[in-house]
């Protein structure tokens, strides 16, 4: 089996996948990165589809662009969209997914079938999905009318086309909302650490806390931020903050992934061994303690890994949001889906290039909590 | 006082139960609404559907949305059906050979190639996507469906590579061994042993890669032109309009999602196996 030749060939075999994934994913990223740099579809004497397009580098002016010209403010509502999406879409799905994990640890009978139901909108595409959802949140009919089964009054959410803007904020106050949560977190940190009388960690802990207050007081983040100048382009008609048009789209990705969730948390509470489980019922754990002290800290890892996988769900984010509410919907646009317009629509290909490649990058800053994650997870 | 505390007991454990099953029937109407929601507008008349009596079933059932969607998929159909086995089958028995190699002989730089690999897992394919069209001109395979199978084959071989690496990493290698001591060779070996024995870890690629590309969009709407589409394209055609007459819409959903739907309900064990290899890197 180990003969020199046999060896050659194994080393053939996976050459191609080899080289295929290296010029479609490596190369590939690297152009983008590249094409972002450019004025490519910026320039009009250089039609952007012509095969010999002339590209010239203009450094990081379409990043710049992108943060600070007026008329790029889509890009920013993306952004705003995309976080607000990211963090009500993770929390909903993991709360249910927990939710559906637990009840079906019960020795439920039909436990299979309850399964499959929850599972089931999984094995269909985004696009059915934002199909479905899209019938179903129309203002004068669908779910606002289910009430009226039951003989009561319809409601009158305008899902889709709503104008309400929660948590509004502007630019300026984001170094503030940023420190603010930084600093809660490390305090937080800290405080756990002091609670288990780790005194190094926790005058560690402290220590950042203070110099991310530090930095703000100092006035760093004032320098690097307010030299972008991003334009706060009458605030009062386009607010900025959670627009109440995501709620549906929103309502809809839990829906469709809560039950994958629930099939990771399963897998994760699968391989507890039953001993201990059994062990914590001898010693006269309640079955909320079982929970809260075994099952709960010992699925850890999956519910983290589950976040980053709900996260990179997040910021890739197109099919739904198109299916739903179209890809010119600026209350519910996500930086996915402005590639796809600005590139294949508007042949901006720079600029589209720069967008994908800002996702990128989160994707990447994401994707080192969960290998960490793995690797620890493997020692 | 026994008896008391043992049916108050009994009494909390009964509520408790009751609770739960109560939970998961609103849950499991909760899951289907949508279900039902589109099968219902899906069969009535379009003269009859009216926003305000969605939740109404049809006076009678109207099968010519069905007739009516498949003729306006037209042949899309055709193109996902094409597009599906071709890029399944293609990404499936490269992965397995990939993770025979992977999983049974050590090679030069393995550990830096797999993980190479498995990086492609990751990547927002928005980050490609404009190099990929371009490239996809150059070669004169843009708008059509050769082109898509090819990308679909290419960006599914990290998920079929690492599936087959976990499964065969489980067959013993003393097994293959003695085949070699018996003077087997790589392919030998891999017909006459590995492949006999993956057959349902090619279930499970081949459940998992179906799905995947029947349902995708990004690739689809962004490759293909016209007559080329598949049937996610042509479903979000149908759906997307301005005035959209909306048992037509509904009809394509169910089309569209019956394959994987039927797959995923006959075959649901091997689906989350899939589900899961995506997730949980063993």
């Excluded at chain 1, 889709?160 to 803007?165: A, G, L, T």
Aim: glycine content about 6%; aromatic content about 14%; some cysteine.
């Amino acid at each position: 089996m180990r003969n020199r030749q046999d060896r050659l060939t194994a080393l053939l075999m996976l050459m191609p996948t080899f080289i295929l994934l290296g010029i479609f994913v490596y190369f590939f990223l690297g152009k983008t990165i590249y094409y972002s740099t450019t004025d490519w579809g910026e320039n009009p004497s250089q039609p952007a589809l012509s095969e010999n397009v002339i590209r010239q580098n203009i450094g990081l002016q379409n990043y710049q662009n992108l943060m600070t010209d007026i008329i790029q403010a889509m890009f920013r509502n993306s952004l705003t969209n995309m976080f607000f999406f990211f963090v009500f879409f993770v929390v909903g799905s993991v709360a249910v997914g927990l939710l559906l994990t637990i009840i079906l640890d019960q020795k439920i009978v039909a436990e299979t079938f309850f399964r499959t139901i929850f599972l089931s909108p999984m094995a269909l595409s985004f696009v059915v999905t934002g199909t479905i959802w899209r019938w179903l949140l129309q203002p004068d009919g669908g779910l606002n009318y289910l009430p009226t089964v039951f003989g009561l009054e319809p409601f009158h959410f305008n899902w889709m086309n709503s104008q309400d803007v929660w948590f509004q904020f502007t630019w300026d106050k984001v170094p503030q909302y940023l420190t603010f949560v930084g600093f809660a977190i490390l305090a937080l940190l800290a405080v756990r650490r002091v609670l288990r009388q780790d005194w190094r960690s926790a005058s560690f802990m402290s220590a950042l806390a203070g110099i991310v207050i530090l930095i703000f007081a100092a006035g760093v983040w004032d320098r690097i931020w307010l030299p972008l100048d991003v334009p706060e382009a009458e605030p009062s008609i386009a607010p900025k903050g959670f627009n109440a048009a995501l709620v549906g789209v929103i309502i809809a990705a839990i829906w469709q992934m809560s039950g994958y969730v629930m099939a990771i948390f399963t897998a994760g509470l699968r391989g507890i061994p039953e001993d201990l489980r059994e062990a914590a019922q001898v010693d006269g754990c309640s079955n909320l303690k079982v929970y809260t002290h075994i099952i709960l800290p010992q699925l850890r890892p999956f519910v983290i890994s589950t976040i980053i996988i709900l996260g990179h769900t997040s910021l890739k984010i197109f099919d739904l949001v198109f299916a739903m509410s179209g890809p010119d919907n600026a209350r519910t646009v996500m930086p996915g889906i402005l590639v796809y317009t600005k590139g294949f629509r508007q042949n901006s290909f720079a600029q589209a290039s720069a967008i994908a490649t800002i996702v990128l990058l989160l994707v990447i800053i994401t994707a080192v909590p969960y290998l960490y994650v793995q690797l620890r997870h493997h020692e | 006082m026994n008896d008391t505390h043992f049916s108050g007991a009994k009494f909390r454990h009964y509520t408790l139960r009751t609770t739960l099953y109560i939970l998961l029937i609103v849950g499991t109407f909760v899951f289907l609404l949508p279900i039902f929601v589109v099968v219902n507008t899906s069969l009535k008349d379009p003269a009859a559907i009216n926003l305000a009596t969605t939740w109404r079933l049809p006076a009678q059932f109207h099968w010519q949305s069905y007739a009516e969607a498949i003729e306006k998929f037209g042949p899309r159909i055709w193109n996902s059906i094409t597009l599906v086995t071709n890029a399944t089958l293609l990404s499936a028995v490269i992965g397995s050979l990939n993770g025979y190699v992977l999983s049974k002989w050590r090679i030069a730089g393995e550990r830096f190639l797999f993980p190479l690999i498995l990086l492609g897992l990751f990547i927002p394919y928005q980050g490609i996507l404009i190099p990929l069209f371009e490239f996809m001109r150059d070669a004169r395979l843009y708008g059509g469906i050769p082109g898509l199978i090819i990308i679909h084959t290419i960006y599914g071989l990290p998920i079929t590579t690492l599936i087959f690496r976990n499964f065969y990493i489980e067959i013993p290698d003393e097994m293959l061994e003695a085949a070699a001591i018996d003077g087997a060779g790589f392919w030998d070996i891999y017909t006459q042993i590995v492949f006999p024995l993956s057959v349902s870890g090619f279930v499970v690629v081949i459940i998992w890669q179906f799905t995947q590309i029947w349902n995708e969009f990004l690739f689809a709407v962004t490759m293909t032109t016209g007559a080329a589409e598949p049937i996610t394209v042509g479903l979000a055609q149908l759906a997307g309009g301005e005035a959209v007459q909306w048992n037509l819409p509904m009809a394509g959903a169910v089309i569209a999602a019956l394959p994987p739907i039927l797959v995923y309900l006959i075959l649901s064990r091997y689906f989350i196996r899939g589900l899961l290899a995506g997730s949980i890197k063993t």
